[in-house]
T-cell receptor, first 115, second 111 residues
Framework: GAVVSQHPSWVICKSGTSVKIECRSLDFQATTMFWYRQFPKQSLMLMAT?????????EQGVEKDKFLINHASLTLSTLTVTSAHPEDSSFYIC???????????FGPGTRLTVL | KQEVTQIPAALSVPEGENLVLNCSFTDSAIYNLQWFRQDPGKGLTSLLL?????REQTSGRLNASLDKSSGRSTLYIAASQPGDSATYLC??????????FGAGTRLAVHP
């Protein structure tokens, strides 16, 4: 299947700092990318849909000023967790949709720990 | 509103058994249905994608079927191996451009 990369794979930061996570689609140009959050032993929770060149669409209950999403090119989307707090600690997974077949491919995830 | 349900929630089988994982969805107006595998602490690996016009897809020991009219999909795993142990997720792509996930089936294959 297609490859979606994420960087970093894990990050530990102090409370109050900001963390940027990158998501890259390596095999195709993705007009639409997605950011998910996953809590232990739970399924994925969609946070926002990112469209290249336009503002992200956030799901209900997700703070857009806290989770900044930028989709500057057809192969790169970034999620910045601003002023991170311990409750933001989670597993964040990005996904890119192949427009040719509407299949969605997922990155390996980023484990964020806020101290 | 689309809802996706997976049964069973967990499954433990001895190596070599053939398995069937079930997925049902409430809204039959879907574009496609995907099956994924997730290992602990990892992202999702796409296993099979079935477009709405298709009835099944096969990859190696995996076979997925889709019956839109009844709102069901099944993932068949032949000759299971310990390396198949993981959580299997199905997800339907419908309106609103979003994948709707089931809660997953946790599979354990023991030697």
């Amino acid at each position: 299947g297609a490859v979606v990369s994420q960087h970093p794979s894990w990050v530990i930061c102090k409370s109050g700092t900001s963390v940027k996570i990158e998501c890259r689609s390596l095999d195709f140009q993705a007009t639409t990318m997605f950011w998910y959050r996953q809590f232990p032993k739970q399924s994925l929770m969609l946070m926002a849909t990112s469209n290249e060149g336009s503002k992200a669409t956030y799901e209900q209950g997700v703070e857009k000023d806290k989770f900044l999403i930028n989709h500057a090119s057809l192969t790169l989307s970034t999620l910045t967790v601003t002023s991170a707090h311990p409750e933001d600690s989670s597993f964040y997974i990005c996904s890119a949709r192949d427009p040719a077949i509407q299949a969605q491919y997922f990155g390996p995830g980023t484990r964020l720990t806020v101290l | 509103k689309q809802e996706v349900t997976q049964i069973p929630a967990a499954l433990s089988v001895p190596e070599g058994e053939n398995l069937v994982l079930n997925c049902s969805f409430t809204d039959s107006a879907i574009y496609n249905l995907q099956w994924f595998r997730q290992d602990p602490g990892k992202g999702l690996t796409s296993l099979l994608l079935i477009q709405s016009s298709q009835r099944e897809q096969t990859s190696g020991r995996l076979n997925a079927s889709l019956d839109k009219s009844s709102g069901r999909s099944t993932l068949y795993i032949a000759a299971s191996q310990p390396g198949d142990s993981a959580t299997y997720l199905c997800a339907a792509l419908g309106g609103y451009n979003k994948l709707i996930f089931g809660a997953g089936t946790r599979l354990a294959v023991h030697p």
